[in-house]
């Protein structure tokens, strides 16, 4: 300010001002701080323990309300087991002994009730979505030459997959009846880029995928596709979960 316009104030006046400031950056300093503590200790707060000490295990997924864990073991070079674990408890069982399989997702439904899988077979050496409940029992083959994790709706009636059209070069994905419906291709990427894992948001409204030139990260971007319209969009320039 130029002389004839500065503003002079009383000595008692810079006081105010000046504890007043001082009075903020002491409330400012009290907050960072004391989120900073609590941060760290809901950090010491958290605890990890280990479900297996093997170290074969191929796959695993936690149920919907957090109280099961299934994941697949290897027995050896040829043959895979699928497990059930209660957290509470500690104690396992398996739905699926010791067999000819090879796992390489796991997916529950929404309800908790049922395990999709993806695994490739003695009889059916081809990459495939099975279902099977999570008491054990005959296990279902929905979907063949699926390679990836698959979702389900929140209702779980459909579900998201992704498949790989060489003819076409070209990944796709697609939603099906969750019983092995029909199925109905609703986005596609050309090579080089490919979608990853779909995930199914928890409204019902849009499934989203990782996406993009695997090459790099900064080739990398997140696509929504509008459940109803399957109008596809990019979301962002990270991979994410609902």
Same mark, same amino acid.
């Given at each position: 300010?130029?002389?004839?316009?500065?503003?002079?104030?009383?000595?008692?006046?810079?006081?105010?001002?000046?504890?007043?400031?001082?009075?903020?950056?002491?409330?400012?300093?009290?907050?960072?701080?004391?989120?900073?503590?609590?941060?760290?200790?809901? @950090?010491?707060?958290? =605890?990890?323990? &280990? +479900?297996?000490? $093997?170290?074969? %295990?191929?796959? !695993?997924? #936690?149920?919907?309300?957090?109280?099961?864990?299934?994941?697949?073991?290897?027995?050896?070079?040829?043959?895979?087991?699928?497990?059930?674990?209660?957290?509470?408890?500690?104690?396992?069982?398996?739905?699926?002994?010791?067999?000819?399989?090879?796992?390489?997702?796991?997916?529950?439904?929404?309800?908790?009730?049922?395990?999709?899988?993806?695994?490739?077979?003695?009889?059916?050496?081809?990459?495939?979505?099975?279902?099977?409940?999570?008491?054990?029992?005959?296990?279902?083959?929905?979907?063949?030459?699926?390679?990836?994790?698959?979702?389900? @709706?929140?209702?779980? =009636?459909?579900? &998201? +997959?992704?498949? $790989?059209?060489? %003819?076409?070069? !070209?990944? #796709?994905?697609?939603?099906?009846?969750?019983?092995?419906?029909?199925?109905?291709?609703?986005?596609?990427?050309?090579?080089?880029?490919?979608?990853?894992?779909?995930?199914?948001?928890?409204?019902?409204?849009?499934?989203?995928?990782?996406?993009?030139?695997?090459?790099?990260?900064?080739?990398?971007?997140?696509?929504?596709?509008?459940?109803?319209?399957?109008?596809?969009?990019?979301?962002?320039?990270?991979?994410?979960?609902?």
């Amino acid at each position: 300010l130029k002389p004839s316009l500065a503003v002079r104030l009383s000595p008692r006046a810079h006081k105010i001002i000046s504890a007043a400031v001082l009075l903020v950056a002491a409330a400012s300093i009290a907050w960072f701080t004391s989120h900073k503590y609590r941060d760290a200790n809901r @950090s010491r707060n958290m =605890s990890v323990a &280990a +479900l297996t000490t $093997a170290g074969n %295990v191929l796959t !695993a997924a #936690i149920s919907p309300d957090g109280a099961y864990v299934a994941y697949a073991t290897s027995e050896n070079a040829d043959r895979s087991a699928l497990w059930m674990e209660q957290l509470s408890t500690s104690t396992r069982r398996a739905i699926i002994p010791a067999a000819e399989h090879r796992y390489y997702a796991l997916t529950f439904s929404p309800d908790g009730g049922q395990v999709y899988y993806i695994a490739d077979t003695k009889e059916s050496p081809r990459r495939s979505v099975y279902r099977v409940s999570v008491l054990g029992g005959q296990a279902k083959r929905l979907f063949d030459d699926i390679n990836a994790a698959v979702s389900l @709706s929140p209702d779980g =009636s459909k579900i &998201a +997959l992704r498949r $790989a059209i060489d %003819v076409r070069r !070209a990944m #796709i994905l697609s939603v099906a009846d969750a019983n092995g419906g029909e199925e109905k291709e609703i986005a596609s990427i050309q090579y080089p880029e490919l979608f990853y894992d779909p995930a199914w948001a928890p409204d019902g409204k849009m499934i989203a995928c990782a996406a993009g030139n695997p090459s790099g990260v900064a080739d990398m971007y997140v696509a929504g596709v509008r459940v109803g319209d399957w109008a596809m969009k990019t979301i962002s320039a990270r991979r994410w979960k609902w």
